[in-house]
């Protein structure tokens, strides 16, 4: 109807209506599903192509390019439209999860790539030294290496928070290392070279042990979390601490004692003066005792800094939404903005309409219960419609505009035929068709049968309802409108339970001839 009103518009207006747009429904099966990769991926660190992506560009569709490696601001995207080739644009849940994984894996090449620079030329500069700036990138890469290694050993999964673990790992890593070349630096220039690297240990063994295992104990308190993603972090970024504390108290004395680094503060001579500091060793000295002699007006303002910053916990707000995670200018946000602009709202939203077995006429359990007042197959799927009907009326387009098309099962059948106020041959006929169909309707995903549990073998109708990917709506909070679209027809059910209770004789079980009932409303 809204397409013939803007045709109507445009031939009114005499323009040209512009061209139609049309759009491809993909069901992945359960191998795809499990390879992603294989079916949507686009080529991320040397990985095959989807093929849905080859398939549209052997259709003259040109398909997402490979997103590049380069950090920003040198990662610049390719213009959509080259050559007047038309772009391939695709939503849905698992698009989501290829996206969340491909931007996992560019993100942990782009910290690797950040924290390595920074870690070699912060090294350098503080100790002047290429041995010692070699011996601690080996630290750190080797317990970064480590930690993601023991999430293949114990056949874990890497999600897209696992993958800033790495990086987490590496700095630890390079801060112990620091620590130690300290105290060695200091041993060699108070009892000179010879087994420097031996006391320097015993001086790091206990500070370092207690760094690293107060680390992983609040590291390891995010196991707890019912998040997996969370979880998951917190017990291998704690393992990855650990597994850091072995590599710097093996490795790195080994390397002081075999690799001797030379420090200008070297005990090789017989002189009393005091060795000569760097410049940086000079200026962090002074901002010591700068701090240390204004130590009350330094505790008092970063006192105050804390209380103005904790302010900012009182705005902060969480969010479920998983397209929150991407940024703005994304391919995959830029892709569902163009989809709900052109087509309509995709994120899916089930709602599902439990019917007890008391309540199906074909059951057994409604034939030996006298009081129930069960539905027949076309009752109930009558039942499901009105509730989706009410749904649309009250949050689709013609009300809140919160939810876009919806579907279930009675999307898929004829028209249902009328109600009548006595027997007719044409809604039994449907009634014996549906029943007929039973397990044709099991099949496409909108009725179910619950197999276990308090309410077994009770039938699960599906009403699926699409919500806007990018719009702020708080699920918590859209569950009080959609209770209040839906309550008015499930009161209605039980309005109707209550009369026929009042009507039917007991003795019989039957309503009682020419029995007549009055209703008052509307036809909606």
Known sequence: QQTEVWYEVFDTVEVEPPPRLTCVLVTLTETAKNNLTYALGRGVLGEPRGRLLKLAEESGLRPPPSPSMAPPPFNREEADDVGGVPPLRMGGPPVDNMAIDEEGSVTLVRL??????????LSYLCFASIKITIMVFIVGGSAAMLSMAMVWWTHGRVDAVLMSMPSLVYV???SGAIHVINYYRDEVRARGRYGAAGRALRHAFLPCSLASVTTAIGLISLFTS????????GLYSAIGVIMTLAVLFSYLPAALQTFTPKFNTDKDTKSVERPEESRLSEWWASMGRWITGHHVLVSSTCLLVLLVASLGLLNIKTSVQLLKLFDPESRIIDDYAWLEANFGKLVPMELIVRIPPSMQAESDEAESDPESHPL??????????RIRTAVRRTLGESGRQIVGQEMSADTFL??????TNNYSPVRAKYNRELIDAGDTLRDNDYLRIEESGTYANSELWRISLRVAALSDVDYGQFIGPLRESVEPVLRAYETRDELLDRLIDKDSGKLPPKTRV???GSLR
């Open 518 to 520: 009055l209703v008052v």
């Open 226 to 233: 019912n998040l997996a993603p969370i979880s998951n972090f």
């Open 112 to 121: 690797v790539g950040y924290s390595v620079v920074i870690g070699i030329v």
């Open 414 to 419: 004829p028209p249902l035929p009328a109600p």
């Open 376 to 385: 027949e197959m076309l009752e109930r799927v009558e039942a499901v419609s």
């Open 172 to 174: 630890l890593g390079l």
